[in-house]
Antibody, heavy 125, light 110 residues
């Protein structure tokens, strides 16, 4: 059974950093791109970014709103995808979801086929 | 990229059909057949119900169907059931390795 479990959320002051983890199980982690999507309170979903798998260089792509502040990485040995968030702003307050897929380079991964339940990040002084 | 536009809510009686629209632009929905739809129950993980505009994942009821015309996509739920009451989100590839989502639609079964 595919499972994605996010962790690391919490309350953080503006300007500080936080690292989220997405622990994957039930599938060959190295075969898949991994994405991050967030949902701000009372609003819809916003794509944050994704990391390709190793055969595609484990390269990353980001939304303009987080580029240069957020970094996605992955640890193949632990089957974990990370979202390092620096310079946090109040508008980054959201539930952060990790999802499998989100790359058009692999036809079977050109959507988000499994999601975690999310972790809440609150940015406030 | 701007968010895709969805109606805030749609309702229907059991057995009826409802359609949720998802309006984008010529840069996203209109350019790619990479629209997907997700169902979300409170406290549960999102679940894909449609991908690549019309494709239904294994295990998803055939009461769910998708379509696209121009810059707009639609999700139709036929034979509406109480279990279909949830939030639904559309998503589209937007070029440049980026994705855009809709604001979500709350479906109520009357």
């Amino acid at each position: 059974e595919v499972q994605l479990v996010e962790s690391g959320g919490g309350l953080v002051q503006p300007g500080r950093s936080l690292r989220l983890s997405c622990t994957a199980s039930g599938f060959p982690f190295g075969d898949f791109a991994m994405s991050w999507v967030r949902q701000t309170p009372g609003k819809g979903l916003e794509w944050v970014g994704f990391i390709r798998n190793k055969p595609f260089g484990a390269t990353t792509e980001y939304a303009a709103s987080v580029k240069d502040r957020f970094t996605i990485s992955r640890d193949e040995s632990k089957s974990i995808a990370y979202l390092q968030m620096n310079g946090l702003r109040t508008e980054d307050t959201a539930v952060y979801y990790c999802a499998r897929g989100g790359t058009i380079e692999i036809s079977t991964q050109n959507f988000f086929d499994y999601w975690g339940q999310g972790t809440l990040v609150t940015v406030s002084s | 990229q701007s968010a895709l536009t969805q109606p805030a809510s749609v309702s229907g009686s059991p057995g009826q059909s409802i359609t949720i629209s998802c309006t984008g632009t010529s840069s996203d929905v209109g350019s790619y057949n990479l629209v997907s739809w997700y169902q979300k129950y409170p406290g549960k993980a999102l679940k894909v119900v449609i991908y690549e505009v019309t494709e239904r994942p294994s295990g998803v009821s055939n009461r769910f169907s998708g379509s696209k015309s121009g810059n707009s996509a639609s999700l139709t739920i036929s034979g509406l059931q109480a279990e279909d009451e949830a939030d639904y989100y559309c998503s589209s590839y937007a070029g440049g390795s980026a994705w855009v989502f809709g604001g979500g639609t709350q479906v109520t079964v009357l």
